[in-house]
T-cell receptor, first 116, second 113 residues
């Protein structure tokens, strides 16, 4: 069963407009949720994470995500995007593998394309 | 500054050849992951190690892939023989036990022709 689903493969948006990247997770996984960002030809970098406590988490560059248990969602938002936000964004969860071990599992990614 | 280092960054090889990718985790990290990224499959976990011991390699094709950690500063992923369908970007990531964040290297872009 898919542990994390990102419904939008691409999201085009104009500079300074708001954006929301959607992420839904399987209720069977542990509730440790992450957003990673991948810039062109780079590895992934952690953007923000939810482990416990406040359901709204924020990054240093203006992104925020809210853990919604009833909707099993962890959508990423930014009120005003910049050209430099153009990248691939991955939602991830800690999932228990068939072997019983736990590991970070990623969604299929959403490409955010910010246009001038 | 602390970072995960992967070599080589790019590799082009002919089908049937052996390929070895290397990863130097961040000093002090005891968990190492190998991921493969393709357009079709996205990011797939191939294997991961803790304290140099393989914990899970269920995502790795056993007949041609092998992963090892000869010491705490080096992880290797080997493909023998390589096939065109192995073409992908291979990422290594490291972390600390009990800490949830994984730090990624810049990847090895493998092309098998």
């Amino acid at each position: 069963a898919q542990s994390v689903t990102q419904l939008d493969s691409q999201v085009p948006v104009f500079e300074e407009a708001p954006v929301e990247l959607r992420c839904n997770y399987s209720s069977s996984v542990s509730v440790y949720l992450f957003w990673y960002v991948q810039y062109p030809n780079q590895g992934l970098q952690l953007l923000l994470k939810y482990l416990s406590g406040s359901t709204l988490v924020k990054s240093i560059n203006g992104f925020e995500a809210e853990f919604n248990k009833s909707q099993t969602s962890f959508h990423l938002r930014k009120p005003s995007v910049h050209i430099s936000d153009t990248a691939e964004y991955f939602c991830a969860v800690i999932r228990t593998m068939d072997t019983g071990r736990r590991a970070l599992t990623f969604g299929s990614g959403t490409r955010l394309q910010v246009q001038p | 500054d602390a970072r995960v280092t992967q070599t080589p960054r790019h590799k082009v090889t002919e089908m049937g050849q052996e390929v070895t990718m290397r990863c130097q985790p961040i000093l002090g990290h005891n968990t190492v992951f190998w991921y493969r990224q393709t357009m079709m499959q996205g990011l797939e976990l191939l294997a991961y190690f803790r304290n140099r011991a393989p914990l899970d390699d269920s995502g790795m094709p056993k007949d041609r892939f092998s992963a090892e950690m000869p010491d705490a500063t080096l992880a290797t992923l080997k493909i023998q023989p390589s096939e065109p369908r192995d073409s992908a970007v291979y990422f290594c990531a490291s972390g600390q036990e009990g800490v949830t964040e994984a730090f990624f290297g810049q990847g090895t872009r493998l092309t098998v022709v």
